[in-house]
């Protein structure tokens, strides 16, 4: 396994690879590794002859100081756990590599961009297409992994690549859940023992909602999912939508054929945690 940490050492070694015809993968993460990582990285392997894993907590996505203050690091574990998996590659630049200087581009994401996680974070996903346009314009793959926990991001992903008609194969990954259901998240090791405990409520109340879909129209499961976090003493949901799986659009009735995903964002104990489920 080698690391870089200059884009010009590495693209240097990509060219040499792509000359032999090798295929490449990509993972962006932002380190903090856990096993919903690397199941992209696994399936990545499986389908390329080298597979690139980058690590950047990448500043212009947080609308927040405090919350990219206190994003977990974990370089150490996270490169014994790469090398156990037999990465080829893992790029770790420093915040002057990939932005010498500020990066002023406004993506048009036509919308995308404003529901659910953006219509809190302003400027979050713009932030998401400048560092991934980046490493794409870097690292130029066959295929690029994003896991469907971040399903908002995967959409944006997909529309960027088109946007920059880029000829990326964009491979969404299923969620990795702990053993009580919580989506696996580098912000979990930030919540307390109590607030742990709780965390799998919000995986549990998304699957109660999925069931009661044949009861509810969209606009009653939406109170009902309300409610139930209401009556929680720790945690506060920012939202709940059920939405296209293309265009992010609410969905009105159920009798509408598109794919349908749930997507909720909820603090616990200061942390934002966020899960989706599909309600085909
Ligand atoms: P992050 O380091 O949080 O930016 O995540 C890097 C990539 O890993 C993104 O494509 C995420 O969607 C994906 N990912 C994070 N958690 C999970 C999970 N529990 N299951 C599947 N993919 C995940």
Redesign the pocket.
């Known amino acids: 396994m080698i690391v870089y940490t200059t884009k010009e050492e590495l693209i240097r070694h990509l060219n040499r690879l792509r000359g032999q015809q090798k295929s490449i993968g990509f ?11 690397i ?2 990285v696994t399936r990545s392997i499986q389908e390329n002859s080298c597979t690139v894993v980058s690590i950047f907590v990448n500043p212009t996505q947080f609308n927040d100081p405090s919350d990219l203050e206190k994003y977990p690091k974990t370089p150490k574990e996270d490169l014994k756990l790469l090398r156990e998996k037999k990465v080829n590659v893992v790029f770790m630049p420093q915040s002057h590599e990939i932005y010498p200087e500020p990066d002023h581009r406004l993506f048009d994401l036509e919308g995308l961009d404003q529901v659910m996680e953006g219509a809190t974070r302003e400027g979050h996903f713009n932030g998401v297409a400048q560092v991934v346009s980046k490493f794409f314009q870097i690292i130029q793959p066959n295929r690029a ?6 399903f908002q ?2 959409v944006i992903i997909r529309h960027l690549v088109d946007l920059l008609d880029m000829n990326i194969e964009i491979v969404a ?5 702990e053993k009580d259901g919580l ?4 912000r979990n090791i930030r919540l307390q023992p109590r607030e742990r405990k709780e965390a799998p409520k919000i995986h549990q109340i998304l699957a109660e909602a999925v069931e009661k879909r044949g009861d509810l129209s969209p606009q009653k499961l939406k109170l009902w999912v309300r409610e139930q976090f209401n009556h929680h003493p720790l945690m506060e949901l920012v939202y709940f939508e059920i939405v296209e799986d293309k265009t992010l659009s609410p969905i009105e009735i159920w009798s509408e054929e598109v794919n349908k995903v749930g997507c909720l964002a909820v603090i616990l104990g200061g942390v934002r945690l966020i899960d989706n489920m599909n309600f085909d």
């Open positions: 993972v962006p993460t932002m380190g903090a590794l856990h096993q919903g990582h199941s992209l992994y994003f896991g469907q926990k971040d991001q995967l990954c299923p969620i990795i859940r989506a696996m998240s580098s």
